[in-house]
């Protein structure tokens, strides 16, 4: 069992910059791969990025490719999301997950976060 607790949402003028945390409880940290997911208001969730659990192979969605950063620290059982040139549009609640595959598919993560609020003004 894995348990994770997001940190770091906020409110943001666009163009600023928040990083996200994500703590994972329990010593098996270090065999998932990470994901981070968005859900904005009235629309489904979707997939925001990924890193692999040898934190060398990383993906993005096309949204934000350039301007986020998924990394991870084993030894201290945290993935981080930075977020940079952040716009109206990365309005969203952040989810972070955990699953044994590396993909960018929900149903490949078995454990879920609660979320944290990211608002970005215009």
């Known amino acids: 069992q894995v348990q994770l607790v997001e940190s770091g949402g906020g409110l943001v003028q666009a163009g600023g910059s928040l990083r996200l945390s994500c703590a994972a409880s329990?010593?098996?940290?270090?065999?998932?791969?990470m994901g981070w997911f968005r859900q904005a208001p009235g629309k489904e969730r979707e997939f925001v990025s990924a890193i692999h659990r040898s934190g060398v192979t990383t993906d993005y969605t096309d949204s934000v490719k350039g301007r986020f950063t998924i990394s991870r620290d084993n030894a201290k059982n945290t993935v981080y999301l930075q977020m940079n040139s952040l716009k109206p549009e990365d309005t969203a609640v952040y989810y972070c997950?955990?699953?044994?595959?590396?993909?960018?598919?929900?149903?490949?993560?078995?454990?879920w976060g609660q979320g944290t609020q990211v608002t970005v003004s215009s």
């Open positions: 997950a955990a699953g044994p595959i590396f993909g960018r598919s929900q149903t490949q993560y078995d454990y």
């Open positions: 329990g010593r098996t940290f270090g065999f998932y791969s």
